[in-house]
C-alpha cells in the first residue's frame, strides 16, 4: 500500500501488528531497492520504506535539502505511522540519514542496520567530486552522471552477469528530477561526521558491506563496527556496494539471523 505523507511516497506492506522494519534507500535509487527484502520480511514483519524526498516519486521541490531535513523526514513517517521503535536499516546514504537520526533520536528505534555506509563526513576530495557532479548535472543533464554513477555502485560479478537489471535500474535514476537529485549531492557533501556517536549506539546494530565494495569498502566498515558496543559485521560474498540487490539471498539471511539472535 502506498501512502503520502509529508509529500513523500512511503510503501507499507507485511501485517500491521507485527514488529516494523523501516528501510531507506541510497542514492540515487528509490525504495525499490529494498524490493527483495520487503519481499521476505513482509512474511513475518510490517515493513516501511520511502522514497527520499527528491529521489523516486517524492518530489524535489526547491532542492534545498540537507541530511538534517532528510532526518526531519525520517521523524515525521515516524510519528505519521505511530510506528514503535522500528528496526531502522539504512543503505549508504540512507545509512547515513540512519546515522545522523540515531544521533538524534536514538531512543525511537529498537535495532539499526548499517548497510555499505560510512559515519565520516566526506572529505575536501569527496566535497569538490560531488561539486563536479552538480556541474556535470547542469552541463550535460542527469542521464549521463547517473549512469556512470550507478555502475560504480556494483561489483564486477553483477556488471558481468546482470547487465538488463543493471540498465533498468539505471534508465529509472535517469528519468528522477536533476534538482532533486543535485539536492542530494549538496545534502551528502554538507552533512555532518557521525564517527563521535558511533559509541553511544546502545541498541542491537548490524553491519553489512558487500566484500567488492569500493565505495563504502569493508575496512572502512569494520572499523566503524568496532566502535560500536552491540554490534555484528557481516561481509557479504559476490557484492559491490549495493548488496541487497546484488546478493539478496546473503542479505536476507544476515538480517533473519540478527533479527532471530536479537529477538527483534
Ligand atoms: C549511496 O549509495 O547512497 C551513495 O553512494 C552515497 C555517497 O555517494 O556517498
Redesign the pocket.
Known amino acids: 500500500m502506498k501512502k503520502i505523507i509529508n509529500d513523500l511516497s512511503v510503501y507499507l506492506s507485511g501485517n500491521d501488528g507485527s514488529k516494523t522494519i523501516l528501510f531507506i534507500h541510497?542514492?540515487?535509487?528509490d525504495n525499490t531497492m529494498w524490493q527483495a527484502q520487503v519481499d521476505e520480511f513482509s512474511k513475518d514483519y510490517k515493513c516501511v520504506s520511502y522514497d527520499i524526498r527528491g529521489l523516486g516519486e517524492s518530489p524535489a521541490g526547491d532542492g534545498q535539502f540537507t541530511m538534517e531535513s532528510f532526518v526531519d523526514d525520517l521523524e515525521t513517517i515516524l510519528d505519521e505511522l505511530k510506528l514503535n521503535k522500528p528496526i531502522l536499516c539504512g543503505?549508504?546514504?540512507?545509512?547515513?540519514i540512519s546515522l545522523r537520526a540515531l544521533e538524534r533520536i536514538q531512543e525511537k528505534f529498537s535495532a539499526a542496520i548499517l548497510c555499505?555506509?560510512r559515519s565520516e563526513a566526506?572529505n575536501n576530495e569527496?566535497k569538490i567530486k560531488r561539486a563536479a557532479g552538480i556541474k556535470r548535472i547542469n552541463k550535460e543533464g542527469l542521464a549521463p552522471f547517473v549512469k556512470d554513477?550507478i555502475t560504480n555502485?556494483f561489483g564486477d560479478d553483477f556488471k558481468q552477469n546482470r547487465k538488463e537489471k543493471l540498465q533498468m535500474i539505471i534508465e529509472k535514476s535517469s528519468q528522477f528530477n536533476p534538482v532533486g537529485v543535485k539536492g542530494c549531492l549538496l545534502a551528502?557533501l554538507s552533512r555532518s561526521d557521525t564517527t563521535m556517536n558511533l559509541g553511544k549506539i546502545n541498541i542491537p546494530t548490524l553491519l553489512i558491506c558487500g566484500e567488492q565494495d569500493t565505495?563504502?569498502p569493508p575496512p572502512v566498515m569494520k572499523d566503524m563496527f568496532q566502535k560500536i558496543n552491540e554490534a555484528e559485521f557481516v561481509e557479504i560474498p559476490k557484492a559491490g556496494?549495493?548488496t541487497p540487490i546484488e546478493n539478496p539471498q546473503m542479505v536476507n539471511k544476515a538480517i533473519r539471523d540478527f533479527l532471530v539472535k536479537n529477538n527483534l
Open positions: 541510497g542514492f540515487p535509487f543503505l549508504s546514504m540512507g545509512g547515513y555499505d555506509t566526506d569527496g554513477f555502485c551528502m565505495l563504502t556496494h549495493m
